[in-house]
């Protein structure tokens, strides 16, 4: 007792009776096997305060590495006397230690899921939490739902994992407690620092903590990989704060500060997490107050789409074509066809039976324009049309002043396209390597000179970006969905800025003046940006000469 008064005396500098401070209870171990590690069992202890009644719900807070990495930063101790100061409101605290995989032998090392688990990017170790773990808790415990209520922390590896669980589901948790943190090359988790600064804040709270004389070694220097990720979070804009040390890769110098880290994560609550816009980035897109916004369709589900003129939106589902007009009031049309574009007189369709290439009247009546051509994407320009079937390594083009189709080779099976605003080359996805590519665009259409242009980055564990449909700004700036979010690159191919994901597959992408639709997942969304759209049959602009 004496050492929880001398605790809470040097660190908040006022004097609690012992009697004041309650000591939680320890539950556990209990075991957990999961799914979504299959085969892998768990151990995990719940810390409950004297003061929680089942009546009146709970924070959360989750720590990986188990009891061990708790009450070695003294986490039980501090939590009782930070509750019983009113310094951080009354939560459950679960202590979770990774898996591991019985071996067949006896005698034989299991299969320790520690660094899988914990070093990996992507939202696998995300979902085991929200869909295993977390409703064994809420089954024994009245525990809050929403993430401003809920933190995540661990030290070396369960720290990047505490990162990562946040940023992959911060509508889950929001408050990240990191010490020691393995923001190295392990698995990936080098490219935080870069993935921080590109991608659209997120409502997410960090404590870093860190010693100069921690690890150095084949993955990295975890010393000024923390420094980097404090240098990424402030340029981001996200509330952050750090204590660093002079202490090896160890707990010590955490446990001096756990105090702190825990008083200033919880502050101001229930105030909610905030998200903030950071320094001013070259590539300025973002508006204030204007989020992602689901559009409201009447049950149809959307996928490629296409924008005319006027700033209606086409799209087909089913095989009937739909009409959304600026409003966003979406009308069915008497048209049946497959796939759809806009182009400088009208809409452009392909339609699977008869495998015709058509013009679309105000009608509804087609009239062909060529055939025997296999079509899964289509973007019209001002002179002919571009597509691809999804199936073979060529981009088909119709010229509509010579009416014929000539066929142009590609290393890569395309899989959308977009002119630049200056009408003089045509950047082409794939979905299944790391690049976009770059053609020149001849007089009469036929493109040279690919290059693999466009630096994508890549969602943990896939092969390529998963490109799906691009578009271009009047700036030239190049819009491209990918399984990450929409990634916003310069004239020079370099991804400047990443738009936060509104579902889990990101397919196509629209910007029609100021206005950028996203499909994904069957829905669409919209937010208004600071950027202007450019049609793919407008005249050629000139945009500002690129910057190096």
Request: net charge neutral; aromatic share 10%; with cysteine.
């Amino acid at each position: 007792m004496k050492s929880i008064l001398s605790f809470v005396l040097v660190v908040f500098n006022v004097a609690i009776v012992v009697a004041q401070v309650p000591i939680g209870d320890i539950v556990g171990p209990l075991q957990l096997t999961s799914r979504v590690y299959p085969g892998t069992t768990r151990n995990y202890w719940y810390y409950v305060p004297k003061q929680y009644d089942a009546s009146a719900p709970a924070c959360l807070m989750v720590v990986q590495d188990g009891l061990g990495r708790a009450t070695g930063w003294r986490l039980p101790q501090v939590m009782d006397s930070l509750i019983a100061a009113h310094r951080i409101p009354v939560m459950i605290g679960v202590f979770v230690d990774p898996g591991s995989v019985t071996a067949s032998r006896e005698g034989a090392f299991p299969r320790y899921n520690r660094s899988l688990e914990y070093d990996a990017l992507g939202d696998r170790y995300a979902t085991f939490l929200a869909e295993e773990l977390l409703p064994e808790v809420e089954k024994k415990y009245n525990i809050k739902k929403d993430p401003d209520s809920r933190a995540i922390a661990g030290a070396s590896s369960g720290a990047i994992c505490a990162f990562n669980v946040a940023w992959e589901r911060p509508d889950q948790f929001r408050r990240v407690l990191s010490t020691i943190g393995t923001y190295v090359g392990l698995r990936g988790a080098d490219e935080f620092t870069t993935l921080v600064r590109k991608s659209e804040p997120k409502p997410i709270r960090v404590f870093l903590e860190d010693g100069n004389s921690d690890l150095n070694i084949y993955a990295g220097d975890w010393w000024t990989a923390n420094q980097a990720m404090l240098s990424a979070l402030t340029y981001g804009g996200y509330e952050v704060e750090h204590s660093w040390g002079t202490g090896g890769h160890d707990s010590k110098h955490a446990s001096s500060i756990m105090g702190q880290a825990m008083d200033w994560l919880w502050k101001d609550y229930p105030a909610p997490v905030a998200t903030h816009k950071g320094i001013k980035p070259r590539m300025d897109l973002l508006i204030d107050g204007e989020p992602w916004k689901e559009v409201t369709l009447k049950g149809q589900q959307i996928g490629k789409f296409t924008a005319d003129k006027d700033g209606n939106l086409f799209f087909v589902d089913h095989g009937s074509l739909y009409k959304m007009n600026p409003q966003n009031e979406v009308t069915k049309t008497n048209t049946a066809i497959d796939v759809v574009t806009a182009g400088p007189s009208g809409l452009i369709g392909w339609v699977k039976d008869g495998r015709k290439i058509v013009s679309i009247e105000n009608s509804g009546e087609t009239t062909t324009l060529a055939t025997h051509s296999d079509v899964e994407f289509m973007y019209s320009t001002a002179r002919g049309i571009y597509f691809g079937d999804g199936k073979k390594p060529q981009i088909g083009y119709y010229n509509i002043a010579k009416k014929n189709v000539r066929y142009f080779t590609t290393d890569f099976i395309p899989a959308a396209v977009a002119l630049s605003a200056e009408k003089t080359f045509l950047n082409v996805a794939s979905s299944e390597t790391p690049f976009g590519y770059s053609f020149k665009v001849n007089e009469d259409g036929s493109i040279d000179y690919g290059q693999p242009y466009v630096h994508y980055h890549i969602a943990y564990g896939t092969s390529g970006p998963g490109v799906q449909g691009m578009d271009v700004d009047a700036a030239n700036a190049l819009y491209s969905a990918t399984d990450l979010g929409v990634q916003v690159s310069d004239q020079l191919g370099r991804v400047n800025f990443i738009f936060s994901k509104t579902t889990k597959r990101t397919h196509d992408v629209k910007l029609v003046g100021d206005r950028l639709y996203v499909s994904g997942d069957g829905k669409l969304f919209v937010r208004k940006i600071s950027a202007q759209g450019i049609r793919s049959f407008d005249a050629p602009s000139t945009p500002p000469k690129p910057q190096m």
